[in-house]
Antibody, heavy 119, light 114 residues
Framework: QLQLQESGPGLVKPSETLSLTCTVS??????????WGWIRQPPGKGLEWIGS???????YYNPSLKSRVAISVETSKNQFSLRLSSVTAADTAVYYC???????????WGQGTLVTVTS | DIVMTQSPDSLAVSLGERATINCKSS????????????LAWYQQKPGQPPKLLIY???TRESGVPDRFSGSGSGTDFTLTISSLQAEDVAVYYC??????????FGQGTKVEIK
């Protein structure tokens, strides 16, 4: 069955760029029915949607993060990626990738990866 | 942004009893074009990612036990667990996807065993 797995550095220095990749296995990222999204969760807190991408490269972002976020897709590798620039301690969180039915709800999630911003 | 407010923040329910979680949106998430409420419920157990339970406010995801049900329309929604089981201990989140450029989650409701 389809699975998503996040990967990337667990530590990032303040003011630098956080980079994560989500690898989709057991199926293709090229599907007309789905977007692919990133959501984060600071330790002990709630969920915040970051942004989403279609296999064609069409993106939409959380307006509160838009100036710092870039999501890209690499269909040949069945992956999509997140870049978040100028990070601060407030960006410390578990970052999840997820499959989104069209631009509706998230029906499948990765296990998540903790990224800590620290000098 | 549409603000999603859940109540209560936490609740303790005896095994086999009913658990009710409320979610209120700051504006309607009911679409007049298709008469659907753009609201989902997720369950998050400790150390795990969220899991989709309910979408379109009341449609149960495949494989979700029928003791979970969603109801409501417009701005007021409810997730009900009809007979609480030990494995239902988790934090539950509502999410609106009506405004996809500003999709938002509720703050979460923690369900525990009394």
């Amino acid at each position: 069955q389809l699975q998503l797995q996040e990967s990337g550095p667990g530590l990032v220095k303040p003011s630098e760029t956080l980079s994560l990749t989500c690898t989709v296995s057991g199926g293709t990222i090229i599907t007309s029915s789905h977007y692919w999204g990133w959501i984060r969760q600071p330790p002990g807190k709630g969920l915040e949607w970051i942004g989403s991408i279609y296999y064609s490269g069409n993106t939409y972002y959380n307006p509160s993060l838009k100036s710092r976020v870039a999501i890209s897709v690499e269909t040949s590798k069945n992956q999509f990626s997140l870049r978040l620039s100028s990070v601060t301690a407030a960006d410390t969180a578990v970052y999840y990738c997820a499959r989104e039915l069209w631009r509706y709800y998230f029906d499948l999630w990765g296990q998540g990866t903790l990224v800590t911003v620290t000098s | 942004d549409i603000v999603m407010t859940q109540s209560p923040d936490s609740l303790a329910v005896s095994l086999g009893e009913r658990a009710t979680i409320n979610c209120k949106s700051s504006q309607s998430v009911l679409s007049s074009s298709n008469n659907k409420n753009y609201l989902a419920w997720y369950q998050q157990k400790p150390g795990q990612p969220p899991k989709l339970l309910i979408y379109w406010a009341s449609t149960r995801e495949s494989g979700v036990p029928d003791r979970f049900s969603g109801s409501g329309s417009g701005t007021d929604f409810t997730l009900t667990i009809s007979s609480l089981q030990a494995e239902d201990v988790a934090v539950y989140y509502c999410e609106q996807y009506y405004t996809t450029l500003g999709r938002t989650f509720g703050q979460g409701t923690k369900v525990e065993i009394k």
